[in-house]
């Protein structure tokens, strides 16, 4: 049952009926035509796969895969090499709109009509931005592709050597009779843990959808058949006999092998206890992701102003939470007139506002100093008031410190010297007059 629906799915047929033959295969870049590595083929070998089976692709945008899938021998596929994305350009999230700068997500399809052996861009393959989903609900957008030189700008963007290999994945099955291989993008890994992170995300839904196909994958190992019916995914359905899938319209009856529902509702039941564990768990915090239309179509506003030659912020504004709009303060290149004469216009502006700058700064300079010597002044005034007061306290020390050490110091008054000596003189007179009359009489 899994390998008829797959054959629903996967058409094969003549590659000359595709568009493709061998002539132009000859016609390609050298680089074009390069053999996948020896490891690689032997890998193949080990896994049951040929070299011209067919082939898909997924890719995974958070943790920055792409991710190659063969056809084995029984009919379903196994992976067998992966890549680091060199650059993907925009946020987590789909393209709503031309010049969003967002790199796709969702089933898309690649004919050998969309490969491109003399690309700008060493090899590409166009992924098929919009498909049918996407042009039901309005989005926009062309030229979305995997291609090398590592440079991105709404694209999905590998090593010139990781794209020699990838584009001879898909040139290989192509020879093998493969008319069209799938490529599924994500936003991450769809597991419980990363839905649960995301689970408040305004792309949420979106994301939810995707996760059907993405489950369809991982129950059969087959690419998803894949129909658009009220704008929205529907995977791995049969209309019944005489409907059809409008991607606008509502969706037909449609019936499901009873084996693929059984074994999609037990992996869902898995799931879902997982993620009901994961909403307890400790989780790394979600990466930015686009807000929808509205954060879409102003950076689409500002590719298109920057394709014009305008001058604007060298990145693409961001749309915040609260509704605000962040714009990054360093300007982009100037490549025209118009850019010429912005860039003149901002630099005069600059000037002026430098000048006015520079003017506040000068008169603020001014009044500082003018401050600054009213200061000094007033400190020197004070300075020689204190200077006086300081010396007419040091006179009137001075003036009384005399009288002051006499009173305290003086000794008793003493008799002068001349006075003393002349008294002594008078005295000592008198004795020898006395001690001569004792002698004239006896005494």
Not at 44 to 49: E, F, I, L, S
Not at 144 to 165: F, K, P, R
Not at 200 to 206: K, S, T
Request: hydrophobic fraction near 35%; proline fraction near 6%; glycine fraction near 6%.
């Amino acid at each position: 049952m899994f390998a008829k629906l797959a054959r629903t799915g996967i058409l094969i047929a003549a590659l000359g009926v595709a568009g493709c033959n061998n002539s132009s295969m000859k016609d390609f870049a050298p680089e074009a035509n390069k053999p996948l590595p020896d490891k690689i083929l032997a890998d193949m070998k080990a896994k049951g796969m040929i070299r011209t089976s067919s082939v898909m692709a997924r890719i995974f945008k958070e943790e920055g895969k792409l991710e190659i899938w063969k056809a084995k021998t029984n009919g379903r596929y196994d992976m067998v090499a992966s890549y680091d994305i060199c650059k993907w350009s925009g946020k987590l999230g789909p393209k709503y709109t031309e010049g969003d700068r967002q790199a796709p997500e969702g089933f898309y399809t690649v004919r050998p009509s969309q490969m491109n052996p003399r690309s700008n861009y060493h090899l590409s393959f166009n992924i098929g931005f919009p498909n049918a989903y996407d042009r039901a609900n309005g989005r926009t957008g062309a030229n979305l592709m995997v291609h090398g030189a590592c440079s991105s700008s709404g694209c999905y963007s590998m090593t010139d050597a990781q794209i020699e290999q990838i584009y001879a994945f898909g040139r290989d099955a192509f020879q093998g009779g493969q008319t069209e291989f799938q490529i599924q993008a994500f936003p991450f890994r769809m597991t419980a843990a990363n839905m649960a992170r995301y689970r408040n995300d305004p792309n949420y839904e979106f994301w939810k959808m995707l996760k059907v196909g993405y489950d369809n994958f991982e129950v059969t190992k087959v690419p998803p058949k894949v129909d658009v019916c009220e704008k929205r995914y529907v995977f791995n359905q049969v209309a019944a006999e005489g409907q059809t899938f409008n991607p606008t319209g509502p969706c037909p009856v449609t019936t499901q092998p009873d084996s693929l529902k059984s074994a999609y509702n037990a992996y869902q039941s898995t799931y879902d206890a997982a993620f009901n564990g994961a909403l307890k768990a400790s989780v790394p915090p979600p990466k930015p992701t686009i807000a929808g239309v509205k954060e879409a179509s102003i950076v689409s506003d500002w590719s298109k102003r920057r394709a014009r030659g305008e001058r604007v912020p060298i990145d693409p504004p961001s749309l915040n939470t609260d509704g605000s709009v962040t714009e990054t303060a360093r300007m982009g290149r100037i490549d025209s007139p118009a850019g010429r004469k912005m860039a003149a216009l901002d630099a005069e502006k600059a000037a002026k506002q430098k000048a006015e700058e520079q003017r506040l700064a000068a008169i603020e300079a001014a009044k500082q100093a003018k401050e600054a010597a009213k200061a000094q002044a007033l400190a020197e005034k004070e300075a020689a008031k204190a200077q006086a007061l300081a010396e007419k306290e040091a006179a009137k020390t001075a003036k009384e410190a005399p009288v002051a050490t006499a009173t305290i110091t003086a000794p008793t008054e003493a008799p002068p010297v001349v006075e003393t000596q002349a008294a002594s003189a008078d005295e000592s007179r008198v004795t020898r007059l006395k001690n001569k009359l004792l002698g004239m009489f006896g005494g």
